[in-house]
C-alpha cells in the first residue's frame, strides 16, 4: 500500500486509478484500514472479525459476554460507512435499546474522540426512534427499532444489518423482516467516470449476528448450524467463528479473577456458564426429565414482583429450603413466591414472580428475611418451611411477636406465626397458623416432580421471561438489580430443571437425581414445596365443587 499511496497525487491531482486500488484494498483489509487510516488500536482477534465482516455476506460471531461485541460491531459500520458513501448500514436487536448504545455509548461516547473518527461525521441523533449517525459522504448507520414483533421496522432498507444479541431476536423477525431490507443490490463504485466504473463489482447485502451463545433449543442455534455447515462445505458467502472468554484473558480485555467471580455468583449455574461465557451451545440430556423443550414456552411473564401490587386480591405461596453452609460445594437456601389466579375448575394458573437465592445466611437471619418478604406479599395464604436436616428449628424463630421498623421508622407489630399442624402452637395468644412444614419423602417428591411436569405441560406455570430479553431495560436502569436478579434466578431454575432426570432404582422405585452432580437444585426444590401446597388446595377445590354439584343434582331431581 506504500506505493499507492506515494502515487495518489501527481501534479496536485488526484489519480483516480490509484484512488479505486486504495478504496478497494481497504475495503477487503479492512482492519487495516481501521488501524492505518483511523488510528484505532485492535487487538488480533478483534482484526480477524472486522476483516472476516467485510468479505463475507452471511457472518456469525458468537462471542463471551464482555468480549466488546459492541466495539466491534462499531468499529466495523464507521469503516464501512467511510469507504463506501451513501450507503444505509442498520443495527438491530431484541428490544431496540441494545442497538441504540452501540451508536450512543461506543461510537458518540467512545469512537468520536478519535478525531479522524470525528472528522468523518457529520451528525449524531440518539432519539428513541430516531437514532442515527450521518456522515459526510451521506452514509448512515441507524439503530433499528423492532418492537414486539418488528412490524415496526418493515419500512426500513438497509444494504447491510447488524443484529446484536442475535439469540433474543425470534428468528421469524429476522427471516421475514431484516433480511428481506438487504435484498436490494448495491453498487460498490466510487464516484468515477468511463472504464474505471467496471474496476469495482456490484456487492450482495450482508446480515451479521453477533451474539453470546445460547440453548440449542432455540433458532439461533438452528441458524449457526446452517452458517457453520455452510462454511465447512466451502462456501464463501457464510463465516462463523466462536470466541470463549480465554480470548479476552489473553488479550487483557477480562481478568481471570473477574470471570471466577462471575462463575462463582450464586445465580450462575453450570450451563450458563457455558453458553454466557465459553461460547457453547447448551442442551437439555436426553435424560432430562424437564428439557428446556418443555420449559422454554412457559417463559412468558414480563415482570416479576419485589411486592405484591397496590390493592391485590390474588393470593400468594410462599416456599423456603432451607440451607445454611456458605461453603461453595453446599447446597443454597432458596425462596419461591409463587401468585395463584384462580380458575373456574378450581385449578390455579401458577406464576412465579419472584426467586431468590442465598448463600451461608443462618437461621435468624433467614427468619428475618422471610418476615420481612411476608410483609412485601401480606396475601400469603401459606409460608411452607422445608423442616428436614438445618431446618427443623426454623420455624421456632417464628413463634414469637415480631417488630420490624419500616423506611419511614413506623414500627410494625407481627403476630406469632406456627405450624397449622401443631395444635399447642395454636393456642399461642394471636397466633396464627402460616407455616406448612415440609417433609419430602419418597412419595411426596414423586407427586412433586409429576404434579411440576404436568403444570409445564399444560402451560399453567409460567415463569419470567429470560434475562437476556430485559438486558437493555436493565442497562438503562429501567430495572434495578433485584428486579434483574429475578430473572436471572429464573435463568438458573430453568437450568436446574434441565439436570433433573427420572430413573428407576434395583427395588424398581422411582427417583429424581441429577445429571450432573455439579448443578445443584436448591431453586427446583422450593418452587416444587409450593407446588405440593398448590396442588393439595386444588384437590380441595375440584372436591368441593363436585359435591356442589351432586347437592345440585338432588335438589333438582
Known sequence: MEDINLKMIDNNEVKAENWVKFISYYRHYIDEFAVDVLGITLSPFQRLTLRAMARHTEIMIVACRGLTKSFISAVFFICTAILYSNIKLGIASGKGQQARNVIIQKIKGELMNNPNVAREIKDIKTGKDDCVVVFHNNSEIRAIVLGHDGESARSWRFNMILVDEAR?????????????????????????????????????????YISSAYLKTSSFYQRFLKHYTEMKEGSEDYYVAAFPYQIGIDEGILSEQGIEKEKNKISMTDEMFKYEYEAIFVGSSGDSYYPYELTDSSRVISKGELAQPFKSTVSYVISHDVAISGNKQNDNAATVVTKLKEKPNGTYIKEVVYIRAHKGMELPEQHDFLRRLLLQFPNTIKLIIDVRGNGQSLPRFFAEPWDYKDENGKIIECPPLVPDDDENAKKIKGAVPLIRRMNATSSSNNLMYTYMKASFEDR?????????????????????????????????????????????T???????????????????????????YINELEEENIHSKTDDDYEFVFLYN
Open 506 to 532: 434395583e427395588n424398581n422405585n422411582i427417583q429424581y437425581t441429577r445429571i450432573a452432580k455439579s448443578t445443584k437444585r436448591d431453586r427446583v426444590t422450593s418452587l416444587g414445596y409450593g407446588l405440593l
Open 460 to 504: 399453567s406455570l409460567r415463569l419470567l421471561s429470560r434475562s437476556s430479553e430485559v438486558a437493555d431495560e436493565y442497562q438503562v436502569d429501567e430495572l434495578s438489580d433485584e428486579e434483574f436478579a429475578l430473572f436471572l434466578n429464573t435463568d438458573a431454575l430453568v437450568s436446574e430443571l434441565s439436570n433433573i432426570k427420572q430413573e428407576m
Open 168 to 208: 433474543i431476536v425470534a428468528d421469524k423477525v429476522i427471516s421475514e423482516i431484516l433480511s428481506p431490507m438487504t435484498q436490494t443490490k448495491r453498487s460498490t463504485l466510487l464516484n468515477l467516470q468511463g472504464k474505471l466504473k467496471k474496476m469495482l463489482p456490484i456487492e450482495n447485502g450482508k446480515m451479521i
